[in-house]
């Protein structure tokens, strides 16, 4: 069974950097897109963008000014970073596993809070 | 960005009662439509993708319809592990976006 991981700070400083790392398990991470996606207090799901096992990474244009993904094959992880964050960056922190094709979406992390605040 | 309006974003149900959920694309999304199942705290659950195959071990309680634009999901006789809330998910093209969610309540 395929299982992914959240971790990280809870707690972010307003103009500081959050920095989350999903950890894979049951599945190779040498395949497939590895997607971050984030839900704010009392809103709908905003999808943050995604790294590919070859370590292209496609971001939200809403977001991709302060968002950098990367990948650490040895240690089946990838990562989120997101600069100069704002109380509107406070959110559940979801990871997931995108297949693309027909097969889309199919595996997701429990999902962390991180909130900003100082 | 293609928009998904999800309804209604919430109902009350019984056990045993059917249900069913919409989602509408902003544009055409041919067949790329998944929908979710999410309980507080717990991993969001994959249901059904390509809008109507059941992902492996969902009941067939849960059945999915449409295309391009206009797309449904049906839970028969609702059992009480099924209170929880659904989205849906165009995955066309990029960014993903996703419906605002419906809570399915007792």
């Known amino acids: 069974q395929v299982q992914l991981q959240e971790s990280g700070p809870g707690l972010v400083k307003p103009s500081e950097t959050l920095s989350l790392t999903c950890t894979v398990s049951?599945?190779?991470?040498?395949?497939?897109?590895w997607t971050w996606i984030r839900q704010p207090p009392g809103r709908g799901l905003e999808w943050i963008g995604y790294?590919?096992?070859?370590?292209?990474?496609k971001y939200n244009p809403f977001l991709s000014s302060r968002v950098t993904m990367s990948l650490d094959m040895s240690k089946s992880q990838f990562s989120l970073k997101m600069s100069s964050v704002t109380a509107a960056d406070t959110a559940v922190y979801y990871c997931?596993?995108?297949?693309?094709?027909?097969?889309?979406?199919?595996?997701w992390g429990q999902g962390t809070l991180v909130t900003v605040s100082s | 960005d293609i928009q998904m309006t999800q309804s209604p974003s919430s109902v009350s149900a019984s056990v045993g009662d059917r249900v069913t959920i919409t989602c509408r694309a902003s544009?055409?999304?041919?067949?790329?439509l998944a929908w979710f199942q999410h309980k507080p705290g717990k991993a969001p659950r994959s249901l059904i993708y390509?809008?109507?195959t059941l992902q492996s071990g969902v009941p067939s309680k849960f059945s999915g319809s449409g295309s391009e634009t206009d797309f449904t999901l049906t839970i028969s006789s609702l059992q009480p592990e099924d209170f929880a809330t659904y989205f849906c998910?165009?995955?066309?093209?990029?960014?993903?976006?996703f419906g605002q969610g419906t809570k399915v309540e007792i």
């Open positions: 390509a809008v109507s």
């Open positions: 544009q055409g999304i041919s067949n790329y």
């Open positions: 997931a596993r995108d297949i693309t094709g027909i097969w889309g979406i199919d595996f």
């Open positions: 998910l165009q995955y066309k093209s990029y960014p993903r976006t």
């Open positions: 049951g599945a190779s991470i040498t395949a497939y897109s």
């Open positions: 790294i590919y096992y070859t370590g292209t990474t």
